[in-house]
């Protein structure tokens, strides 16, 4: 799957959602996503080359009883169907990471993922206003509906600007903090340690 100048192009558009597009309790579902051999063999071969992930004959002597993909390669593939289904079209600013990986069946070649996210928590950041931090459970599912993968995390999204809103400026975009706005803040920093992250059960 090579498509970078369609993502890039879709990336840099206007984002259609924004931190309050992600109510508690919203569940949708997105893709799919065709596994292949190739792909399989070719992550494998990359980041995770054990046997079972590369030969037919070792993969038939484990405990997956045929060649399956890595576990890494569902999550990057999870993470794609995020991307095309809503990521890449909203105002989103990352995550500080995810909690209670769970690959919970094997994904074989000429399998069909498809992923469904539910919200769980919503709500805006203490520190950073003009931010809201989204709470989200996935699973990845094959073609039969069964669960193959599930996973918690946070995710940060812009707010929408709103009229008389000191906190965001008119193109959804945080203020310099020099500009004497001691509520606006700067950039998420790469090492997120707010507190916000940190409530609940998250671990983050």
Not at 91 to 111: E, F, N, Q, T
Request: aromatic letters at 8%.
């Amino acid at each position: 799957m090579n498509d970078r100048p369609a993502a890039a192009a879709k990336a840099a558009r206007e984002p259609r959602y924004y931190f309050e597009d992600f109510p508690p309790g919203q569940v949708r579902e997105y893709g799919s996503l065709e596994v292949t051999r190739e792909a399989v063999l070719a992550f494998a071969a990359d980041f995770d080359p054990q046997p079972f992930h590369l030969d037919d004959d070792a993969a038939a002597a484990s405990l997956f009883g045929r060649l399956a993909a890595s576990g890494w390669h569902t999550c990057a593939m999870t993470m794609r169907i995020l991307c095309d289904g809503y990521l890449l079209d909203s105002a989103s600013l990352g995550s500080p990471g995810i909690d209670k990986l769970r690959w919970v069946k094997p994904v074989y070649p000429g399998d069909t993922l498809s992923v469904r996210v539910e919200v769980m928590e919503a709500r805006p950041m203490a520190s950073k206003p003009e931010l809201g931090l989204v709470r989200s459970t996935t699973q990845a599912l094959n073609q039969h509906r069964d669960v193959v993968l599930t996973m918690e995390g946070w995710g940060i999204f812009r707010r929408r600007a709103r009229l008389g809103d000191a906190t965001t400026s008119a193109d959804g975009q945080a203020p310099d903090a020099s500009g004497g706005d001691a509520s606006a803040g700067s950039a998420v920093p790469a090492s997120t340690t707010d507190a916000d992250t940190r409530a609940g059960s998250t671990g983050t």
